[in-house]
Every structure is written in C-alpha cells, then in structure tokens.
C-alpha cells in the first residue's frame, strides 16, 4: 500500500483547526507556593512567634525596635533567596529533561517518511507504528498489523492484536474500547509487528491525555544518596537540637546568675522583674531556634537540586540525557556494567562486506554475483525486512536490517512482490520470515546461520539453479573465517510453502541463498573507556546476540578480556548452569554470546543477591525487564520508546565512552555533596560550641541573631552555589565504587570537620579572652569594635576553609578555573562582609575596623589554612 500522508498545506489547515498533539504539562510548584512553604516550617512559625513577642516588648521599651526590624529582614532575606536558588536549579533540570527526551514518530508527509516530534503531529497525520515504539496518538490502523501492550491504559498484561480496518471504515471514536480490532490509543507500546495508523485523536482528547495528570503525579521513591543524606540530616538536626536547648539554658545562667555575681538576694531581685526574666526568656528562644535554624541542614535539598541542575546540562553535551537523578547517583557506585556491543562498543555504522554461497566461495560487493543468485539475494533481502525500502534508501527498521539492504541498494526494485505474510525476527527465535507471491510464490528466512543451515538440503549456485548440499562444511569454514575477522553473519534461504500459523520454520526443505557478513568496528575511544571503567574497580561484560566466535574476537579488540582466566560463554552454557555456579564464575565472566534477554535479566538478578550495584544497556523492547531491574538502566538514544522508559540514563550517541562518563559524573557529583557536607558541618559545630560556651564563661553571645541569620545563608544557599558547580576530575575515576551500606561521612571529612570546627573554637576563644587579642581593638565599654572584628573573623575563617573543603590536594587552587562559581560566591560573600562591617550598624551590630584591625582578623582567619593542610599531610587523600 503505497501511503502518501498530508501535504504542506493540509499539515497547516488540520492544526489550525484540531491544534497540535501536545499534552498541558502538570503545573510544578510555583515559587510563591514554595516561599509559602518554607515560612510553613515549625522552626520559621517559632522564631516569627517569639519575633513577635520581641515587637511587643519593643513598644514597652523593653528592647530597641532596630532588633526586630533586623531579624524579620535577615529572616525574609535568607528564606527567599534560598526559595528562589531551588525554584531556578529545579525549574532548569525540569526544562533540559524535556527539550532533550522529546519522542520523535516516524510520519508519512508528501510522500516521504520522515521523522518528526510528537507534539507535531496533527489530526489525520499517518504514523508508522514498528516493534518498539510508542503510539502517540488515538488512531486507527490503515495497513498492517501489530501487537500491542494496553497495561498503561487498562491494566491488562495481555497484548492486543490490532489490524488494518476495512477500505472505507471512517469510524473515529472507539469510545474506552481498548480490545476493539483496528484502534490503537496513545501510551500502548508495540510489541510485535509493523502498521500505519490514521490519527484520529490528539493530545488531551485521548485517552491517554485525560489521565496524563494522574501518571505526571506519580513520584518515585527516595534514591540512595537522598536516603543517605535524610538520615545525616536527621542526625545534624538532632545536635542542633540539643545545642538550641542547651545554648538556651545557658544564655539562662548566665543572665539568673553569672550577671548577677552568684548572690542570692540579687537573683531575688532579678527574678521579681518580670518584663525582665519574660525578655530574657524570649530572646533565650530566640537564640535557641537560631541556633537550630543554622544547625539544620537544609541546604542539603538545594544541594542536590544545584547540582543536578548544573550537571545535567554538562552531561547533555557530553551525550548523556538523565531521565531520573536517582540513575547518575547510582552510577558512581557501579560495580559491575553489562554492556551491549553493536553501536555501544563498536561504532554502530554497520556495513555488509563479504556474501558466502552454496559453495563456500565469498563475494566482496553484490557486483560480483551472478545475475540469478543475485536476483534471489535482492529478493530476500528487499522483502523480509521490517524496514521501509524507499528504492534505494530503507527507513525504519533496525541497523542490520538497514546494513544488509546496503548490500543490494544498487540493485534496482524492478521486482514487484507481494507480502502475504510475516513473522518479524526476534531474538528468541532468532529468524525472520517472509512469504511472498507474484514471479516468486515462496517463504523467505533470515536468521543465524547455525538455524537455517541445519535445514537446507540444497541451495543456488551463481546461476540461480537448485543444487542439492551435499555438505555444509565448506559453508561454515568461511562463515568461521569471517567470524574470526570479527564479521557477523545473517543467513539467507527461501523454501515452497506457506508460514503456519505458530510461525515456526519447516524440519528440512530449505534451499540456501548465501550468508551476509556484517562488519561493525570497535570504536577506538571505547578500548581507552572501558579500560578507564574497568580501572575505576567496575566490571564490564558483553552480552550479544552474535556467535562466539564474532564475539570473542570483539571483547579481545575490545580490552575486555582483562585476565588469563576470563570466562566466555553462550547463552546455552549459561542456562545449563544453577544460580550457585553462576554466581562463582561471575566476576570472571566477560562475554555471553549468543544471549537472550532472560539471560539479562537472571544475571542482574544474580548480581543483586551478591550485593553489587549493576548497570544495564539495551535498546529493545525485550531489553526493558533487565533495565528496569538493574540499579542503572542505560538505554541507548536509537532505541526504542519502551526501552527508553525503563531506563535512569539515555545514552544519545549509543557509546561506551558515553557510560564512562556517566560513571564519572555520578562520582562526582557525590564528592561534590561530600565537600559541601564538610564545609557546613565545620561552620555548623563551631557556631554551637562558641555559643554554648560564651555564656558560661560570662560573656555575652559573640554572635547576635541578625549575624547567625547571615552565617546560615552562607553555610546553606551561597555553599550549595558554590560547590555545585564542581568539575568531573578524571582522577575520581580511580576511586573505588561505593558500597551500598557505606556511609556518607567518610574518615577524610571526619578529620576535616573535626580539625576546622576546633580550631575555630579555639581561635575563637583566643579572640574573645585573650588580652593579646584585645590589644589590637580600640577600646569600648560594650566592646563593639571586637565584636565587629569577631563577626568578621567568623566568616572569613569560613571563606578560607571553603578553599580547604572543595579539594584534598594541598594546592588550594587544584582546578579551580573548572569552578569558577566558586570563587564568584566567595567574591560576593567577601564583599558583602566587608559592606556590613562598615554599613551594620546598630542592626546588625558592626561599627567599621580600622587597618591593624582587619590586619589581625585576616591573618588570625587565615591560619585555618597551614592547620588543615598539616592535617591533609598527616591524613592523606580522601
């Protein structure tokens, strides 16, 4: 059935009045939704309660009005830029997800097959529907026939076979009739078969479309890394509990009796003024939730939304669409990638280059055979495909499929056959089935050659005569030569008769056509990747559809035979072996020739029991169990819809070098969360013990709330910026993959949180006690110049150890232009230190520092720096 689909003008006049085939995406949460949220916090309603109060006291005179009008702005400053940071980062992962996984459909326009996005697809449009793809419409068949995967829509497993209506059906609506013959509704998934639909439903009209919102709404479950992060968060909130609680108590003491010199009768005197004790009580709440407030790690949510974000267009450059963030965590934790090889490991530009006869004697190009046996090759390769043959060009289809046509394109279609019938090829059975009638009325088969050849007992000389096979040997001794050259081959043969109705091929009486060698190269950034992956502790294994021979030739060119006693194997071996054995030869095992998807999916199931975290690649419709059982599922950008779906992680170039880098952004964005984890607990656990500890020495809290409020955004928001954009440093490639149970906190950070929150502590009670220090501050009764200069000292101690945080290297500046958001945020913390200092005032209590005043912080702050890296030396890498 020759199709000549809508011209130009019909495409404009149909979506004109029927729109396009989008679908009204699910609106996200909104930033006024968000900012709502976050004010909706117990610990934000608390501090705004005994804000509150403290306005209350202001209009007694009990406290100055500038206090409350400072903390409600640092408050609202802090929470909204914080809103705002995860509302872009989020909205811009969402936004380069959608442009980059946008499904194309195969579309006949004027003629000609062409490939356009689904959104642009219009009413009466006709689609062609092959093994793998998704429908995008409501429709109905026009030719052909299909099997299709209705679950989506109505729950049922059971596929749905769907035929071509009757000339002159012009039935538009089948109503909720999924089982009805001839319509198709978008979502379903072809299993089985090739067809055309007529489009007859758009967008949210269909089916799919109404209840489009219910599956948006969908969430997946919490990945690993967030599961890791929630329960250090849990564990940080608790000690920022406890340090609010405790901090509170002592601001307490200190007021009830240091302040009051340990005297009974003025204790008396204080407790007996109540406005006095309430006040105090209040801002000892105050100080408390502030406390908790800076404690609580909620920067680490932003972290991951930065990070993701920031990644996300990287590795879209680098060919790597990542469908849910869960995939690129994982994927730093591999330890074991079982990897298809044609387009994946070789290059995928599949070529025919040799043909072997009845003989045995093999033809380098289709010129060189004769006219009648030409003619039979022409004829089987043209007709028992599942592609589109446009003269001289076949659309659709697979890439053997369209490599093996190569070999006859130059051939001319003057033949003018009719398929009656067909069973597409698949990978259990692997063979295909044609049967034709017009100047030939035969079967035509293609499939491996080890099930064709078994059932010929003849085959065509040059001529194209009949001769009876005598013997195959000299037919399998070239087949193994070009094997052994890395050549795959596809069998051609032909017999009288009809395919039954099992689809199933004859006991004998096939009459051999000749063999196709396919060669497909080993692409030579995969041999340096996969021994790149392999040094990263990840072991790879090939798993193919091709013979043995073909396939240890590949692995050997490959590099992925690594070890004198690697193990490869046939899909046959491995069924004949129990579960216990396999998973003893397991880390030995390189290749599976000859593989079924079953043996994908049993062997990422065998990997899982022993605990290791696998990733899978695929590109077919049998390929999507496997994927979506591994850890990682890495499906390749030409496969199909359904394979796609299944997937964490879509490789767009379907390469090797791709999955390499992919591992790669996985480990980084991990050490990335990693260094903004040591930075924040450093900050975190010297704020608590200064102001745990200063009132029970007698002094006032060197920190006012305003200042703590400040402290938070640069520890939370301004970090997260900061460190999200971190580069992929090859070297996390020597790392060793992360175990499950491993925990997050690693012995490095524990030192490094342990050394810089210490001796900030220590640092600062030299700042504040010691006389030495004192000496460098004019002198003041409430000692605001050296509160200033502590404020300051507290955040550039802080800048200084961000330097320290972001690299274990002892040169802090270790690839630092691959970063430079770093330095942009720490240049804006720094200036907006130093304004406040100036411009504070009695709001958030800085007066200004003199030269030796700023001489003194700045070097006191910088000798975080020589401790940690004696630290680093003592330690080591992490």
């Known amino acids: 059935m020759k199709i000549q689909g809508l011209s130009d003008e019909a495409v404009r006049a149909a979506r004109e009045q029927y729109g396009?085939?989008?679908?009204?995406?699910?609106?996200?949460?909104?930033?006024?939704?968000?900012?709502?949220?976050?004010?909706?916090?117990?610990?934000?309603?608390?501090?705004?309660?005994?804000?509150?109060?403290?306005?209350?006291?202001?209009?007694?005179?009990?406290?100055?009005?500038?206090?409350?009008?400072?903390?409600?702005?640092?408050?609202?400053?802090a929470t909204s830029v914080a809103t705002y940071s995860e509302y872009q980062n989020e909205n811009a992962f969402r936004k380069l997800q959608e442009e980059a996984s946008l499904i194309k459909c195969k579309v006949y326009r004027s003629g000609v097959l062409q490939e356009i996005p689904i959104d642009d697809i219009v009413m009466g449009d006709y689609v062609l529907l092959q093994t793998g793809d998704k429908v995008p419409a409501d429709g109905v068949i026009c030719d052909g026939s299909i099997r299709v995967d209705q679950s989506v829509l109505n729950g049922e497993a059971k596929e749905a076979t769907k035929t071509s209506a009757p000339e002159g059906d012009t039935e538009t609506d089948a109503g909720a009739d999924f089982l009805h013959p001839h319509k198709v509704f978008r979502g379903s998934v072809v299993c089985d078969g090739n067809a055309v639909m007529r489009t007859t439903t758009l967008g949210d009209k269909t089916h799919y479309g109404q209840i489009a919102?219910?599956?948006?709404?969908?969430?997946?479950?919490?990945?690993?890394?967030?599961?890791?992060?929630?329960?250090?968060?849990?564990?940080?909130?608790?000690?920022?509990?406890?340090?609010?609680?405790?901090?509170?108590?002592?601001?307490?003491?200190?007021?009830?009796?240091?302040?009051?010199?340990?005297?009974?009768?003025?204790?008396?005197?204080?407790?007996?003024?109540?406005?006095t004790v309430v006040n105090d009580l209040v801002e000892a709440v105050m100080l408390a939730v502030i406390i908790i407030v800076v404690a609580v790690p909620e920067g680490l949510p932003l972290m991951i939304a930065i990070v993701s974000a920031q990644n996300m267009g990287k590795m879209l450059k680098?060919?790597?669409?990542?469908?849910?963030?869960?995939?690129?965590?994982?994927?730093?934790?591999?330890?074991?990638?079982?990897?298809?090889?044609?387009?994946?490991?070789?290059?995928?530009?599949?070529?025919?280059?040799?043909?072997?006869?009845?003989?045995?004697?093999?033809?380098?190009?289709?010129?060189?055979?004769?006219?009648?046996?030409?003619?039979?090759?022409?004829?089987?390769?043209?007709?028992?495909?599942?592609?589109?043959?446009?003269?001289?060009?076949?659309?659709?289809?697979?890439?053997?499929?369209?490599?093996?046509?190569?070999?006859?394109?130059?051939?001319?279609?003057?033949?003018?056959?009719?398929?009656?019938?067909?069973?597409?090829?698949?990978?259990?059975?692997?063979?295909?089935?044609?049967?034709?009638?017009?100047?030939?009325?035969?079967?035509?088969?293609?499939?491996?050659?080890?099930?064709?050849?078994?059932?010929?007992?003849?085959?065509?000389?040059?001529?194209?005569?009949?001769?009876?096979?005598?013997?195959?040997?000299?037919?399998?001794?070239?087949?193994?030569?070009?094997?052994?050259?890395?050549?795959?081959?596809?069998?051609?043969?032909?017999?009288?008769?009809?395919?039954?109705?099992?689809g199933t091929l004859p006991a004998s009486g096939l009459v051999f056509v000749g063999a196709v060698g396919i060669r497909d190269e080993v692409r030579p950034e995969s041999v340096e990747a996969i021994a790149r992956v392999q040094k990263a502790g990840v072991q790879v294994v090939m798993i193919t559809g091709d013979r043995q021979d073909t396939a240890l030739a590949i692995a050997r060119e490959a590099g992925l035979l690594d070890q004198a006693d690697a193990v490869v194997m046939t899909s046959d071996e491995l069924a004949a072996l129990g579960d216990d054995e396999v998973k003893a030869l397991l880390p030995r095992l390189r290749v599976v020739a000859r593989a079924l998807p079953t043996d994908k999916s049993r062997l990422v199931r065998l990997a899982q029991e022993m605990n290791l975290v696998v990733g899978m690649t695929g590109d077919g419709v049998n390929d999507s169990p496997a994927l979506k059982r591994a850890d990682v599922g890495f499906a390749m950008g030409g496969g199909t819809e359904v394979a796609k779906e299944a997937s964490e992680i879509v490789i767009l170039d379907d390469n090797f070098k791709s999955i390499g880098r992919a591992i790669l952004y996985g480990r980084t964005i991990y050490n990335s969360i990693?260094?903004?984890?040591?930075?924040?607990?450093?900050?975190?656990?010297?704020?608590?013990?200064?102001?745990?500890?200063?009132?029970?020495?007698?002094?006032?809290?060197?920190?006012?709330?305003?200042?703590?409020?400040?402290?938070?955004?640069?520890?939370?928001?301004?970090?997260?910026?900061?460190?999200?954009?971190?580069?992929?440093?090859?070297?996390?490639?020597?790392?060793?993959?992360?175990?499950?149970?491993?925990?997050?906190?690693?012995?490095?950070?524990?030192?490094?949180?342990?050394?810089?929150?210490?001796?900030?502590?220590?640092?600062?009670?030299?700042?504040?006690?010691?006389?030495?220090?004192?000496?460098?501050?004019?002198?003041?009764?409430?000692?605001?110049?050296?509160?200033?200069?502590?404020?300051?000292?507290?955040i550039f101690m802080a800048v200084f150890n961000a330097f320290n945080a972001r690299t274990d290297a002892k040169n802090l500046f270790d690839n630092i232009t691959g970063n430079m958001g770093f330095l942009r945020v720490m240049g804006i913390i720094v200036v907006v230190q130093v304004l406040m200092i100036y411009f504070g005032g009695v709001i958030l209590r800085c007066y200004g520092l003199t030269g030796t005043e700023w001489l003194f912080v700045l070097a006191l702050a910088f000798t975080v720096v020589p401790v940690d890296l004696v630290r680093k030396a003592l330690v080591g890498r992490s």
């Open 20 to 77: 396009t085939n989008a679908l009204t995406e699910q609106a996200g949460e909104g930033f006024w939704e968000k900012l709502k949220g976050n004010f909706d916090d117990p610990i934000i309603k608390i501090l705004c309660i005994a804000l509150g109060i403290n306005v209350i006291f202001a209009f007694m005179g009990q406290v100055e009005w500038y206090e409350s009008v400072g903390i409600a702005l640092a408050v609202i400053l």
């Open 213 to 275: 919102g219910e599956l948006q709404g969908d969430e997946d479950r919490d990945t690993p890394l967030k599961l890791k992060l929630s329960a250090l968060a849990g564990q940080i909130s608790n000690f920022g509990y406890i340090g609010g609680v405790a901090i509170a108590i002592a601001f307490m003491f200190q007021r009830l009796v240091i302040h009051n010199g340990f005297e009974m009768a003025r204790i008396i005197a204080y407790c007996s003024n109540w406005l």
């Open 318 to 502: 680098d060919n790597i669409l990542v469908r849910k963030i869960s995939g690129i965590e994982t994927a730093g934790s591999l330890n074991l990638l079982f990897s298809d090889k044609t387009g994946t490991i070789t290059k995928g530009q599949l070529e025919a280059v040799a043909f072997v006869d009845g003989a045995g004697r093999e033809y380098a190009s289709y010129k060189e055979l004769g006219a009648g046996l030409g003619k039979l090759v022409n004829l089987s390769v043209r007709y028992n495909t599942s592609a589109v043959i446009n003269d001289t060009e076949a659309v659709g289809g697979n890439a053997t499929e369209r490599a093996i046509f190569g070999f006859v394109a130059g051939a001319g279609a003057e033949m003018d056959e009719t398929v009656r019938n067909m069973v597409p090829f698949n990978s259990r059975n692997k063979y295909s089935l044609a049967e034709v009638a017009g100047t030939y009325n035969v079967t035509l088969a293609k499939g491996a050659p080890e099930k064709l050849l078994a059932l010929c007992d003849a085959y065509y000389d040059e001529d194209g005569t009949k001769r009876p096979l005598t013997s195959a040997a000299p037919i399998t001794e070239a087949i193994d030569r070009l094997a052994a050259r890395a050549i795959r081959v596809l069998a051609l043969a032909v017999y009288e008769g009809e395919i039954p109705a099992d």
């Open 674 to 794: 990693r260094k903004f984890i040591i930075f924040q607990l450093t900050i975190n656990v010297a704020a608590v013990l200064i102001s745990f500890v200063s009132p029970l020495l007698g002094m006032e809290n060197p920190l006012s709330i305003t200042q703590f409020l400040w402290i938070n955004l640069v520890m939370d928001t301004l970090a997260a910026l900061a460190f999200g954009g971190e580069p992929a440093l090859r070297r996390y490639m020597d790392e060793r993959p992360k175990r499950r149970d491993e925990n997050i906190i690693s012995r490095y950070m524990t030192s490094s949180i342990a050394v810089g929150s210490l001796w900030c502590f220590a640092t600062s009670l030299f700042f504040l006690m010691s006389g030495t220090a004192h000496a460098y501050f004019r002198e003041d009764p409430a000692n605001i110049y050296l509160l200033t200069g502590y404020f300051a000292f507290f």
